[in-house]
C-alpha cells in the first residue's frame, strides 16, 4: 500500500524534520536537498525483513519481523533515563582551581572541587540571582563557588552565603530558598566524576541503593589506562552504534588501527565476515560473544570490549563451543567507552584504553591523543551526515530503511532494537530540545575542530599545546637574534655558523607551527587519498 506524503517543502539543510510516517528505499542525498525546493515524497513499504545474526549457533539468521521495533507502552519495559548514572568528566582532567560547565543529556551542570568538603560538587550551571553561569565564576578565597556577574557565594549544599548587594542590617535573604543552587548527586569511580541527573531530595543519598557500572579492570593496578574525551558533533545513538561495529575498522580507519587480518585478503583493506552472537536484550543492555572476544553495553552508556568477559559472564557463556575456540589473550585488552547524550546532534566519548603493558610511563598521554583523534576525525563526517538520513526517514524506521543482510551488523541491530524498544527511539530530552531539529552543519574546519572538542578540557594536551607554542616562539626569536649577531660579527666562520643556526631554528619554527596546527587543531581526512 502506497503512502503518499504529497509535496513538502524541505525548509533548509539546517532544520530536519522527522518524518515517522513513511518507509522506503528512497535515499535522498542532503547535499542535493535545496532551501525551499518541493519534493514529492511518495513511499512504498520495503517488503523486506529485518534480521540479526546470532554468530557461531547457526549459519542461516534469526529472522526478526519488523513490528516489534514500535516504541513499548509498557511502563515496566520503558527505559527511564532520568533514573541512572551518567559520566561527566575524567577527573584527571579536571583543574581544582576553577569551575568547569558541562552539558549531560541536556543539563547544564557546573563541575567545582568543595575544598571545604574535600570532594567534588555537581551542582545546575545557573545562578538563581540573574540565570549566569556558574561554570563562568571562581573559587573565592573561602573556598565557595562564586557568581562574577554580582558576587553571590555559594556552598558544596547549594546554599547561598553571601550576597554583596544585602545590606548587613537587613533581612537575611542570602538563607531564602529561593537563593539556592540546586545540586546532583555525584561520586567518583574509575577516575570519573559521574551524576544522577534528578536534584529530587529523595535522590540525595541514591549512591546508597544504586552505583554506577561496575568495571573490574579499571580498578586493576596491574594494568595500564589511557583514559581521554572529546566532543563529537552527532548524537549519542550514532556514537554507540559506530563503536560498535567492527566492520567498518578496515576501511573508515584504514592504516590507522592495526589488528590481525586474513591470510588471504578480499580486498585492499582486509574485511571478513565476524561471528557475532547477541544474548537477549533487555532494557538494560545486553551482551555479546565475538570470534576474538566480549561486548558488553550497559544502558545508556557503557561499551565494553575485551578480550575478557565481565566477571560474571565467565561461568555463563553466550556460545561455550565458541569461547572454547578462543585461545586465551597473550596479554589482557580492553576498549571501555562512556557515550554521553549532550543534545540533539552533540554527544561525548570518554574512553580508556586498558593493556598490561606499561607504555605510557614511558610516552605522555597526549601523543596517544594524537592517533586516537585521528581516528575519530576519520569517520567523523561519514556519521555526522548519516545522523541527518536516519532523522529524515526517522529513527524508529532504521531497520526498514537500513538492509544489513550480513553478522556483522548483529551489535548493530541488537543496539537499534534496544534503542526503539526500551529507549522510545530517542534521547528523553524532558521539553528542553526538539529532537528533530539538529544544529546546523558547520564549515569543515569547525566540523573536525580539536582545540574546543578536546585540547581545553584534556590536561595533557592543554599543557603540550601550551609548551609547544612557546618553543615555536623561541625558535623564531633565536633565529632573528642569530641573523642579528651574525650580521654584527666579523668572523666569517661564526657568521656562517650563526647563519647556518638560524635557517635551520627557523624551519624547526615552521614545521613545529604545522605539527601544532594539524595536531591541536584541524586535521582533515580524505579516504579517497588514503
Given at each position: 500500500?502506497?503512502?503518499?506524503?504529497?509535496?513538502?517543502?524541505?525548509?533548509?539543510?539546517?532544520?530536519?524534520?522527522?518524518?515517522?510516517?513513511?518507509?522506503?528505499?528512497?535515499?535522498?542525498?542532503l547535499s542535493s536537498l535545496r532551501p525551499n525546493s518541493r519534493i514529492p515524497l511518495i513511499f512504498k513499504p520495503s517488503p523486506r525483513k529485518s534480521v540479526l545474526f546470532t554468530?557461531?549457533?547457526s549459519s542461516s539468521p534469526t529472522v526478526l519481523p519488523t513490528?516489534?521495533?514500535?516504541?513499548?507502552?509498557?511502563?515496566?519495559?520503558?527505559?527511564d533515563w532520568y533514573a541512572n548514572w551518567y559520566p561527566v568528566m575524567p577527573v584527571c582532567d579536571l583543574d581544582k582551581r576553577a569551575p568547569h560547565g558541562k552539558r549531560v543529556v541536556g543539563l547544564d551542570l557546573v563541575v567545582w572541587w568543595d575544598r571545604n568538603e574535600n570532594q567534588w560538587k555537581v551542582m545546575d550551571d545557573t545562578c538563581p540571582h540573574r540565570l549566569a553561569p556558574l561554570s563562568d565564576g571562581r573559587i573565592d578565597q573561602r573556598g565557595r563557588l562564586q557568581c562574577v556577574y554580582h558576587g553571590w557565594c555559594f556552598s558544596g549544599s547549594g546554599d547561598c552565603k553571601f550576597i554583596p548587594q544585602a545590606p548587613p542590617d537587613g533581612p537575611p535573604v542570602h538563607t531564602f530558598k529561593q537563593a539556592c543552587v540546586a545540586?546532583?548527586?555525584?561520586?567518583?569511580?574509575?577516575?570519573?566524576?559521574?551524576?544522577?541527573?534528578?536534584?529530587?531530595?529523595?535522590?540525595?543519598?541514591?549512591?546508597?541503593?544504586?552505583?554506577?557500572?561496575y568495571i573490574p579492570e579499571l580498578e586493576d593496578p596491574s594494568i595500564t589506562k589511557l583514559i581521554a574525551?572529546?566532543?563529537?558533533?552527532?548524537?549519542?545513538?550514532?556514537?554507540?552504534?559506530?563503536?560498535?561495529?567492527?566492520?567498518?575498522?578496515?576501511?573508515?580507519?584504514?592504516?590507522?588501527?592495526?589488528?590481525p587480518g586474513p591470510k588471504v585478503k578480499a580486498?585492499?583493506?582486509?574485511?571478513?565476515?565476524?561471528e557475532i552472537n547477541v544474548k537477549t536484550i533487555d532494557k538494560n543492555g545486553y551482551s555479546a560473544l565475538q570470534n576474538w572476544g566480549f561486548s558488553n553495553f550497559i544502558a545508556p552508556c557503557v561499551y565494553r570490549a575485551s578480550t575478557d568477559p565481565l566477571p560474571e559472564k565467565r561461568s555463563e557463556?553466550?556460545?561455550?563451543?565458541?569461547?572454547?575456540?578462543?585461545?586465551?589473550?597473550?596479554?589482557?585488552?580492553?576498549?571501555?567507552?562512556?557515550?554521553?547524550?549532550?543534545?540533539?546532534?552533540?554527544?561525548?566519548?570518554?574512553?580508556?584504553?586498558?593493556?598490561?603493558?606499561?607504555?605510557?610511563?614511558?610516552?605522555?598521554?597526549?601523543?596517544?591523543?594524537?592517533?586516537?583523534?585521528?581516528?575519530?576525525?576519520?569517520?567523523?563526517?561519514?556519521?555526522?551526515?548519516?545522523?541527518?538520513?536516519?532523522?529524515?526517514?526517522?529513527?524508529?524506521?532504521w531497520q526498514r530503511e537500513c538492509f544489513v543482510p550480513t553478522k556483522s551488523d548483529a551489535l548493530v541491530v541488537a543496539f537499534?532494537?534496544?534503542?526503539?524498544?526500551?529507549?522510545?527511539?530517542?534521547?528523553?530530552?524532558?521539553?528542553?530540545?526538539?529532537?528533530?531539529?539538529?544544529?546546523?552543519?558547520?564549515?569543515?574546519?569547525?566540523?573536525?575542530?580539536?582545540?574546543?572538542?578536546?585540547?581545553?578540557?584534556?590536561?595533557?594536551?592543554?599543557?603540550?599545546?601550551?609548551?609547544?607554542?612557546?618553543?615555536?616562539?623561541?625558535?623564531?626569536?633565536?633565529?632573528?637574534?642569530?641573523?642579528?649577531?651574525?650580521?654584527?660579527?666579523?668572523?666569517?666562520?661564526?657568521?656562517?655558523?650563526?647563519?647556518?643556526?638560524?635557517?635551520?631554528?627557523?624551519?624547526?619554527?615552521?614545521?613545529?607551527?604545522?605539527?601544532?596546527?594539524?595536531?591541536?587543531?584541524?586535521?582533515?581526512?580524505?579516504?579517497?587519498?588514503?
Open positions: 500500500m502506497e503512502v503518499a506524503l504529497g509535496a513538502c517543502t524541505v525548509p533548509s539543510l539546517r532544520i530536519l524534520k522527522t518524518k515517522t510516517q513513511f518507509s522506503g528505499p528512497i535515499f535522498t542525498s554468530a557461531g549457533v513490528e516489534p521495533e514500535t516504541k513499548t507502552d509498557s511502563g515496566s519495559e520503558k527505559f545540586v546532583y548527586p555525584s561520586t567518583v569511580q574509575h577516575d570519573i566524576i559521574w551524576f544522577w541527573p534528578n536534584t529530587d531530595p529523595q535522590y540525595k543519598n541514591i549512591i546508597e541503593k544504586t552505583k554506577p557500572p574525551s572529546r566532543d563529537i558533533p552527532f548524537g549519542y545513538d550514532i556514537l554507540i552504534e559506530n563503536l560498535m561495529d567492527a566492520a567498518h575498522v578496515p576501511y573508515a580507519h584504514y592504516g590507522l588501527m592495526h589488528a580486498d585492499r583493506e582486509g574485511g571478513t565476515p565476524l557463556s553466550l556460545a561455550p563451543d565458541a569461547y572454547e575456540k578462543t585461545a586465551p589473550p597473550k596479554h589482557s585488552l580492553s576498549l571501555i567507552f562512556l557515550c554521553v547524550p549532550v543534545s540533539p546532534g552533540r554527544s561525548r566519548i570518554i574512553w580508556t584504553i586498558n593493556s598490561g603493558l606499561d607504555f605510557d610511563k614511558i610516552v605522555p598521554r597526549w601523543v596517544f591523543h594524537i592517533t586516537q583523534n585521528k581516528i575519530l576525525d576519520s569517520d567523523l563526517n561519514i556519521l555526522h551526515v548519516q545522523e541527518r538520513k536516519i532523522l529524515e526517514r526517522g529513527p524508529e524506521n537499534r532494537r534496544w534503542f526503539n524498544k526500551y529507549g522510545g527511539s530517542e534521547v528523553d530530552w524532558r521539553g528542553r530540545f526538539d529532537p528533530s531539529l539538529l544544529p546546523p552543519t558547520p564549515p569543515r574546519e569547525q566540523l573536525f575542530d580539536r582545540y574546543w572538542s578536546h585540547v581545553v578540557n584534556c590536561r595533557s594536551c592543554n599543557t603540550a599545546y601550551k609548551r609547544l607554542n612557546a618553543l615555536e616562539v623561541i625558535l623564531q626569536i633565536f633565529s632573528v637574534a642569530s641573523v642579528g649577531i651574525a650580521a654584527a660579527s666579523k668572523r666569517t666562520a661564526a657568521r656562517t655558523g650563526l647563519v647556518l643556526a638560524a635557517v635551520l631554528c627557523y624551519a624547526a619554527s615552521k614545521w613545529l607551527s604545522h605539527f601544532i596546527y594539524k595536531t591541536f587543531r584541524y586535521h582533515d581526512y580524505n579516504h579517497a587519498l588514503v
